[in-house]
């Protein structure tokens, strides 16, 4: 869709499993800081943990600002100004990831290097839903596209929106027990409660102070992390006698449920990654994933089905639907696809109007596709991807290059109407239309180049430079050969008839 941009920032995204420790946490964010401080373009950084960084565009974007448990941690890079380095934020990026990782996969956590996007706002660069009549066959098959993608080129940071089991532990009160005890359930709940949560007693009274400072009664985090040691706490009866709590509840241990995403209604599994390395579309991931996701186990009576725009009618099967940045260039290279086609037919129209003829503006649109030779071989010069704006850049380079044509071929009829030869008439065109071809041509040349080393329009500076200056080469010498080879009989014989009635 667009190139990374050259940004003074990342950001690097912790996961460690559900229920890690905020220590524990901090302890892998504080390894992973470290690796990164000794980069020579970071000039600082901050960690969040357990919770989320400050929110930018990406995260709103991305819902990272909905991260706030102990088992997840931010990192803010910030990198030194664009001039002041060789390399752009996203080398840099794809440098400091196999080492992240590396430190990650000690941990079992999941670490992803987060860019600011300049194209689209999408959840990831690549993302595969997962439809199906079976949560647990869902999760199975989410399991299956993770063992694919890892085994893509280029393909990296995979994660999916399936949370670890973790265990769940209720303290039930055995109500007849406390009330032959003489203590109410609520006197039981309520004192978990205030232990296990931080509370609001009071307020210190401060007189530089804008907002009121909490007096806050908590347990110290060592007598609240065991079990045992929450129900050996004492609860006053109505005799004023203390009883531990143990007496009187029992534990039941069970599964925390997990988070279950839908959408438009559809239960979905997400499974997200991102593409970095030598090809950096999503769409070089998702050729010929067909046949490895046919390749599935699947219950028996069930197939897989593969969807690029839209969602399942049903949930009958099981689906894998390629969503994120893949269907935003698909959607708009179409649009932008179908935008050139109208502009075509349109340059056409006008110049069939013009010249009353249907065959010669065929002749004067050979130029449209000599300007892709150029578009192709300068990006593949510059090494730069084909992007949307190298498409606009095409369809705005469309008319100039006809415009070329149409100046030759003018010419050229209007010396073929005044009785010229027609290689005569040729030869002449070309040595009077090339000076304000060449001008034309210069102009769009030089007014593009200003843009040629931005990151994101760089795809539109090449379209018109190098679309320009091979295009006109070609126009030059192709369209007068072109038109000489399909209108030399008929000019031939308009000038004998013209010729013939001279005579009479």
Excluded: C
Excluded at 6 to 11: A, D, R, V
Excluded at 116 to 128: H, K, Q
């Amino acid at each position: 869709m667009l190139p990374f941009d050259n940004k003074n920032e990342f950001q690097v995204v912790i996961d460690l499993p559900e229920g890690t420790t905020l220590e524990r946490t901090a302890a892998v964010t504080k390894e992973i800081a470290q690796y990164i401080s000794t980069e020579p373009e970071v000039v600082n950084y901050q960690n969040y943990v357990g919770t989320s960084a400050p929110i930018t565009f990406n995260g709103l974007v991305r819902h990272y600002d909905l991260r706030s448990t102990s088992n997840v941690s931010d990192i803010q890079v910030n990198l030194l100004p664009k001039g002041e380095r060789s390399d752009q934020s996203h080398d840099i990026a794809k440098r400091v990831r196999p080492q992240i990782q590396k430190i990650a996969a000690r941990y079992g956590a999941n670490v992803k290097i987060v860019e600011v996007p300049p194209g689209p706002p999408v959840l990831s660069t690549l993302v595969a839903e997962i439809y199906g009549p079976d949560y647990d066959g869902q999760i199975e098959v989410a399991q299956n596209v993770i063992d694919i993608l890892d085994s893509t080129d280029a393909v990296v940071d995979i994660d999916w929106r399936v949370e670890a089991h973790q265990t769940e532990y209720h303290l039930v009160v055995d109500n007849e027990k406390a009330m032959l005890n003489g203590v109410a359930p609520a006197q039981i709940v309520g004192n978990i409660t205030y232990v296990l949560g931080e509370h609001t007693v009071s307020n210190v009274y401060d007189e530089n102070s804008s907002d009121p400072i909490g007096i806050v009664l908590a347990l110290d985090n060592r007598d609240k992390t065991d079990l045992q040691a929450i129900q050996n706490m004492q609860v006053k009866t109505q005799s004023g006698q203390m009883m531990p709590m143990s007496a009187l509840v029992r534990v039941e241990e069970n599964t925390l449920e997990p988070s279950i995403y839908r959408k438009d209604q559809k239960r979905v599994v997400y499974v997200m990654a991102d593409m970095a390395g030598g090809l950096e579309s999503p769409v070089y991931a998702i050729l010929g994933m067909e046949e490895k996701l046919k390749a599935i186990d699947l219950p028996k009576g069930y197939t897989m089905n593969e969807m690029y725009l839209g969602q399942p009618e049903d949930e009958q099967n099981y689906t894998v639907k390629w969503d994120g940045e893949w269907q935003i260039t698909l959607e708009v290279f179409r649009d932008l696809g179908t935008a050139f086609l109208v502009v075509i037919i349109i340059i056409y129209m006008l110049i069939v109007g013009w010249f009353q003829n249907f065959k010669t503006p065929l002749v004067m649109m050979v130029a449209i596709p000599l300007s892709l030779v150029g578009i192709v071989l300068g990006h593949w010069l510059l090494d730069a991807f084909f992007t949307a704006t190298s498409f606009i850049g095409m369809i705005a380079l469309a008319g100039v290059m006809v415009r070329n044509s149409v100046l030759l071929i003018d010419f050229i009829e209007i010396r073929l109407n005044e009785g010229i030869p027609m290689k005569r008439a040729i030869i002449d065109a070309g040595a009077v239309r090339t000076t304000p071809i060449l001008l034309t041509t210069g102009a769009v040349v030089i007014g593009a180049s200003i843009i040629l080393f931005d990151p994101i329009f760089q795809g539109l500076a090449i379209s018109l430079v190098a679309g320009a200056i091979v295009s006109t080469l070609l126009t030059l010498i192709v369209v007068p050969l072109v038109y000489y080879m399909t209108e030399h009989k008929k000019w031939e014989k308009i000038h004998a008839e013209a010729k013939g009635e001279q005579g009479n």
